[in-house]
């Protein structure tokens, strides 16, 4: 056997791998959850609507571990898909999650997730009550999914706010006017996720001038993969 063919069949021996590691890693943590997301699925997907992935759990688990998220912020998931990122991030956090969907199917999907995760856990749906002192705060859900279209959303409850990949740079930037408009009316730490750089992400994130990127997460599956795409950053406003 030639070289070049010896490391052919090695490169696709470790793609095989690294690919069955990550789909393992996905059913063993959806399974421990006791929900359901680990199928993609691009029905209706056009030029603006990219589709439902779900982000892997690896990079979720990297992106606890980062400790950007804390047990007292609210995140939105934009683009919620089946529901993951929002009830990973309340399992392994605490935090408040709140995920937005313009598909209807989906936020019944994410739903579905939501009674299979309490029943799993047999879980309040309400975050406790330490104390006597009545706060409204006590008794919002923990974990919310709403139907409704990212660019319409009013993101005045939350202070971190999460994507993967849901849409066109268009619509990212009229969500974004929502963060700053509810920064002003509010101003507050706010925290921007942001896992797989496109190219178009690549060239519009560095003309957005209200935008600081924090820190840049390498999320790569293995070595052999591109480590311009696979990034996590997170960026917070220009004060
Ligand atoms: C790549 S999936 C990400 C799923 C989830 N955030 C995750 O990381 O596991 C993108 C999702 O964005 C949704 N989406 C696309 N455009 C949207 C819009 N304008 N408003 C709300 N949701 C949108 C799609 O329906 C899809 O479920």
Known sequence: MS??????????????????????NDLIWDLRLGIHTVFSDY?????????????????LQKLVKSGWIRKEDTLVDYGCGKGRVGIFLNNQIGCRV??????ERRIRQ???????????????????????ESNPDDFKPKIQFIHSKAEEYVPD???????????????????????????????????IF?????????????????????????????????????KLQIYTLRE
């Not at 029905?43 to 990079?59: F, H, I, L, S």
């Not at 994410?110 to 749906?125: D, G, Q, V």
């Not at 849901?166 to 925290?191: G, L």
């Open 194 to 230: 942001f896992y797989y750089l496109s190219r178009e992400y690549r060239n519009y994130f560095p003309t957005n001038n209200s935008l600081v990127l924090v820190d840049d997460i390498d999320c790569r599956k293995s070595f052999l993969s591109s480590k311009t795409l696979y």
């Open 98 to 103: 709140i995920g937005i969907d313009f598909n």
């Open 110 to 132: 994410s739903n579905s997730n939501l009674i299979r995760y309490y029943k799993n856990k047999s879980r309040s749906l309400y975050s406790p009550r330490d104390d006597n």
């Open 157 to 191: 409850e939350a202070n971190c706010f999460y994507f993967f990949n849901p849409f066109s740079t268009k619509i990212f930037q009229k969500v974004f006017n929502q963060i700053k408009d509810s920064y002003d009316r509010n101003p507050r730490k706010i925290y």
């Open 43 to 59: 029905r209706g997907m056009n030029r603006t609507n990219y589709g439902y992935d779900p982000t892997p759990y690896q990079v």
């Open 3 to 24: 070289e070049e063919v010896k490391i052919n069949k090695k490169t696709q021996f470790m793609r095989l791998r690294q690919f069955y590691l990550y789909f393992f």
